[in-house]
């Protein structure tokens, strides 16, 4: 355990942060890039989810064997491992030419991540041992994942503004540098000196049914929901993620000790966590698209307009550690995920003519202050729960529950969308009686539609798309009342089985 003095305690945490924005924030820059890269690269919006979900993907699949490399060869020399990854990832990310090469890099990407995301989180608490002091740092931890996710866009857009899409990779590479040669002097090693064999069975277990279901989701739209090999993946990853559970309880040194579920406190918080960044992650993808392709800013000035998200995430995450002693989890976390559920339904109201300056930014504030004030009180009830030793263990769950619900938000609320707009694109496609060969570039995403429109002289033109628009704000209407149902679920689980106050 790390013995530091309190200035280099707070000196490594931001060391943590630095390695932890990286991270996240490749979660979210792409996002602000996803017209152009449906305009550069001819990507559709199921090729779009993969260059998204490629990356949330392998990190969530991965996160659990990472955390178990961590806590057997050292914390400090995966997160500089993880860095390094990202260094020669990203870099291959920046030149990708087309759809398949981005996706494959973006995967190759989210092993590096798996690797950074766990170790941040396992190595500050080792560092901060005091209860109250480690829910003060987990709250700054917390509060840069929400501001990570705001700054991505903003990066993103600046980026695109005066440089090539590949420069939204490029740019990780100099800040990967920098937190490497800083980790190497200021962060204390720390490793489970208990850590049994490395489980390999689990780690194909648990990847193979993880993968599988986020396909299944991602190309439920293109393959037809009832089509024999949805189907089977649907009903395989469960079965193959319920063999995993089995497996790891029998094993003495599992990768995932599912007994730690037994833990309440330990589960109703991890469900909280996945359900709120299920929604957010599904959510952002569609609103960096209709910042741009419906109200017609910049990528740059999209990515301003999520500022006040940032602000509000920041903000909110330590008050909420505050609040968390004074009333209890409990009540905190259901709160923050029932202003989540509110902010969401808010967006459901969004109209092609809705300003940014109302409704919009309304809403994302009320969702970003939701997060803040559920995911700090989460984050700390599940380290919390756990004694340090196992503090990697703890810390892949946590992140595996973000990641996992945010692939998942993705897949599921991109898929919903896509259901709602491509009907509806290819209905309005067909009432003016356009040639039929342009329909699947309607259907496919509102870039190709709109493209389309644009190539249709006269008034066809203009009222498709005009069509096209309305279109693509029903798909969004549906897919933030999914997400308002999904944290109501949450809020409504926590309140049941969250306990009141942690024991810590």
């Known amino acids: 355990m790390a013995n530091l003095s309190p200035a280099r305690r707070w000196i490594a945490l931001g060391v943590l942060c630095l390695s932890l924005l990286l991270a996240v924030v490749d979660n979210t820059i792409v996002n602000v890039a996803i017209p152009t890269l449906n305009r550069d690269l001819g990507a559709s919006t199921t090729q779009l989810q993969w260059i998204v979900d490629a990356y949330t993907l392998v990190f969530s699949a991965l996160l659990l064997t990472m955390g178990h490399v961590g806590d057997r060869f050292g914390r400090r020399r995966a997160l500089q491992l993880g ?38 989180l396992a190595i500050l608490v080792n560092i901060f041992t005091d209860p109250k002091e480690r829910a003060a740092a987990i709250g700054i931890w917390t509060a840069m994942v929400g501001v990570a996710v705001a700054i991505g866009p903003i990066t993103g857009g600046l980026l695109l503004e005066h440089f090539w899409w590949g420069s939204i990779f490029m740019v990780n590479i100099p800040v990967a540098i920098i937190a490497i ?27 193979a049914g993880v993968g599988l279901i986020i396909w299944a989701i991602i190309e439920g739209p293109s393959w037809g929901w009832t089509s024999p090999g949805i189907l089977a993946a649907l009903a395989g990853g469960p079965v193959i993620l319920a063999v995993f559970a089995l497996v790891e309880r029998r094993l003495v040194h599992p990768m995932l000790d599912v007994n730690l579920f037994r833990n309440a406190r330990f589960t109703a918080a991890s469900l909280s966590t996945t359900t709120a960044f299920f929604a957010l992650f599904g959510f952002i993808f569609l609103i960096t698209q209709f910042l741009q392709l419906i109200q017609g800013y910049t990528p740059l000035q999209a990515g301003i307009r999520t500022l006040p998200f940032a602000v509000a995430t920041g903000v909110m995450s330590p008050i909420a550690i505050v609040l968390m002693h004074r009333f209890g989890s409990k009540v905190i976390v259901t709160i923050g995920l029932g202003v989540m559920a509110l902010g969401f339904v808010l967006a459901s109201l969004t109209k092609v003519d809705t300003p940014y300056f109302g409704l919009v930014i309304m809403s994302m504030v009320t969702i970003a202050a939701g997060l803040g004030l559920a995911t700090s009180p989460a984050t700390e009830s599940i380290m919390g729960a756990l004694p340090p030793e196992q503090a990697g263990a703890g810390a892949a769950v946590n992140d595996t529950t ?20 491509g009907s509806k694109a290819v209905d309005a ?41 309305h279109a693509f704000i029903d798909g969004l209407s549906r897919g933030s009342l999914v997400s308002a149902g999904v944290v109501l679920v949450g809020a409504i689980a926590a309140w049941i089985f969250l306990p009141a106050r942690s024991s810590s």
Not at 189 to 203: I, K, Q
Not at 432 to 437: D, S
């Open 83 to 120: 860095l390094l990854l990202f260094v020669i990832t990203s870099g291959l990310a920046a030149f990708a030419t087309t759809s398949g090469q981005l996706i494959g890099a973006r995967a190759l990407m989210g092993i590096g991540a798996a690797l950074i995301f766990p170790a941040t």
């Open 181 to 207: 040669a800083l980790g190497a002097f200021l962060l204390p090693e720390s490793r489970d000196t208990g850590v049994g064999p490395f489980d390999f069975r689990g780690l194909v277990l648990s990847a």
């Open 402 to 421: 973000r990641e996992f619900g945010g692939t998942l938000g993705v897949a599921v609320v991109g898929s919903v969308f896509l259901s709602v707009y």
């Open 429 to 469: 496609y067909r009432s003016l009686g356009l040639p039929a060969q342009y329909e699947s570039t309607v259907r496919e995403s509102m870039g190709g539609g709109l493209a389309v429109a644009a190539q249709v002289p006269g008034d066809a033109g203009t009222q498709l798309a005009d069509l096209i628009r």
